[in-house]
């Protein structure tokens, strides 16, 4: 009897692989890390072969670990992080490392190509501005930058896609990814030969496009082998890690709205009506017929994570005495201080920023330090930044008419509830946390449910296998303080633009 679905999430840090019973309950999962490289300034890219050894390593773990057999498990869903651009040949080996999301090194040819293009032409076709972190510059930057790859591509793939890609021998694109290039038709979801053409981008480095939740393949021979999978599982296309965790969220109604809290941050507003604003960022949900209008940004949780492997060595040193995490550590220590951190600001524009600023250029910032302030002053600051982007995101969405009035937030910061309680005091909203850790693989096996009838409905499938664990209310108390220093986030960032932008690496 198939009593499991696996979820394998690629992010950016690490594989999150995880067996889910049917009811979404956790029944066994593993993880393994690789490294992101960053050779240049502007520069973050990672090899997608660690990917895989990464997905065939937390699998093999699985087995050894828990009492699940490979053919108990009913179906496969593969999420993964957005834009990139992996540069695979006729054989199926991968020629490069890929630029990941973080990466502007293509800022230049977006420039060239909004001029010789025309930047209201595409964003009225793909429903994004371009950017240098999306797919589009990138595989143009193979072009000039490494001819000797580009003439050897025969095809892009996404992280997802190539993990699918590595199990069933399937090149394939799911919905929800295509939003990752510019030649892609945000209203009819389909390829736009046209402006393939306008762009550069050859027609034949493109995969079809499948809905996130049908069956493209079956797990092969050679892919039992590394992995230890069972010849014939099928796997669905999968989707984007956000919009897998929006569906891992509940959210799957118009209106309602997922908060990330994993190594990026931001938001996804569910809706059924198309609402395209240059300022923020469009794809296709993993739910048929419904969109995503999403903010995404470089300072979510890696930004803490950072600030625990530079300064927690002390809570680290704790941790193995007393069993108390140093991410628990500096959760207490940012409780015990007062709202607004008295007066310390932190900008978390670690990897330059996404939406809605889209500044290749911009910088972390510090702004309100003196003697005064501790390691728990940083640690708030650190996580009111975060929650002063979010904000910064949800309110141009209200902008252009998308508003909501709860959220429902994943990922490993919503683990904390100080740093949970701060987003629901600086954005107003009242925020709503299921299972969060597995959010992501949850959404990812959600569609191999629905792909092979495990699951009559996406309703069916969220009423059975999403738990509410706690609910944050805003606190009106903090109003005052976080409506002041929302303002000081915005005025420090439109103060030092300038700067940024005139900054040259030395």
Same mark, same amino acid.
Request: net charge negative; with cysteine.
């Given at each position: ?298 300072? *979510?949780? %890696? +930004? ?5 492997? !530079?300064? @927690? ?6 941790? #193995? =005495? ?126 191999? *449910?629905? %792909? +092979? ?5 996406? !309703?069916? @499938? ?6 509410? #664990? =706690? ?36």
């Amino acid at each position: 009897m198939k009593n499991y679905l696996l979820g394998i999430d690629i992010g950016t840090s690490a594989c999150k692989v995880v067996v889910f019973r049917l009811d979404g309950s956790v029944a066994a999962q593993a993880s393994a890390a690789y490294p992101v490289y960053y050779p240049q300034e502007g520069w973050a890219e990672q090899d997608s072969e660690d990917w895989w050894k990464a997905v065939a390593s937390a699998l093999k773990q699985i087995w050894k670990s828990w009492d699940i057999a490979a053919d108990e498990i009913a179906g496969i869903g593969v999420d993964g992080q957005s834009w990139s651009a992996i540069a695979v040949d006729r054989s199926g080996k991968v020629l490069t490392n890929t630029p990941i999301w973080m990466d502007t090194r293509a800022a230049e040819i977006c420039d060239k190509l909004k001029h010789q293009v025309g930047a209201e032409r595409i964003f009225d076709l793909a429903s994004n501005s371009l950017q240098p972190s999306y797919g589009t510059a990138k595989v143009l930057w193979y072009k000039e930058q490494l001819p000797q790859v580009y003439e050897q591509i025969d095809t892009i793939l996404q992280s997802n896609s190539f993990i699918v890609y590595r199990l069933t021998g399937e090149q394939t694109m799911d919905k929800s990814q295509g939003y990752g290039f510019h030649c892609f038709d945000m209203k009819r979801a389909c390829w736009d030969e046209k402006m393939c053409e306008a762009l550069g981008i050859p027609v034949s480095f493109l995969q079809r496009i499948c809905e996130c939740s049908e069956v493209v393949g079956k797990v092969t021979a050679e892919a039992v082998r590394f992995t230890g999978l069972a010849l014939g599982t099928p796997v669905v296309a999968g989707g984007l890690d956000a919009v897998c965790a929006t569906l891992g969220a509940g959210v799957i109604h118009p209106g309602e709205t997922q908060e990330q809290g994993g190594q990026a941050g931001g938001m996804s507003i569910c809706l059924e009506t198309y609402t395209a604003d240059p300022r923020l960022i469009m794809s296709w949900h993993v739910v048929p017929g419904r969109w995503l209008l999403q903010g995404g940004t470089t300072g *979510g949780g %890696g +930004t803490l994570r950072w600030f625990e492997q !530079e300064f @927690a060595a002390a809570e680290r040193a704790e941790s #193995e =005495r007393t069993g108390k995490t140093s991410f628990e550590q500096l959760s207490e220590q940012a409780d015990e201080v007062s709202a607004g951190s008295e007066g310390l600001i932190f900008l978390p524009y670690m990897a330059g920023e996404r939406s809605p600023i889209w500044n290749p250029k911009a910088k972390g910032v510090w702004y309100g330090m003196d003697f005064s302030k501790r390691r728990g002053h940083f640690a708030r600051a650190i996580m009111e930044g975060v929650a002063y982007s979010l904000r910064h995101n949800l309110e141009t969405a209200r902008e252009c008419g998308a508003d909501t009035s709860e959220l429902h937030a994943m990922g490993g910061s919503a683990n904390s509830l100080v740093w949970t309680q701060i987003k629901a005091d600086i954005t107003g909203k009242v925020i709503k946390v299921p299972a969060s850790d597995t959010a992501t693989t949850l959404g990812a096996a959600i569609l191999a *449910g629905i %792909g +092979t009838g495990v699951y009559d409905s996406f !309703e069916h @499938a969220v009423r059975k296998t999403i738990k509410l #664990e =706690r609910v944050h209310e805003p606190n009106p108390a903090h109003q005052a303080v976080y409506q002041k220093g929302y303002r000081t986030y915005l005025q420090l960032y439109n103060n030092l633009k300038e700067v940024m932008n005139d900054q040259e690496v030395i």
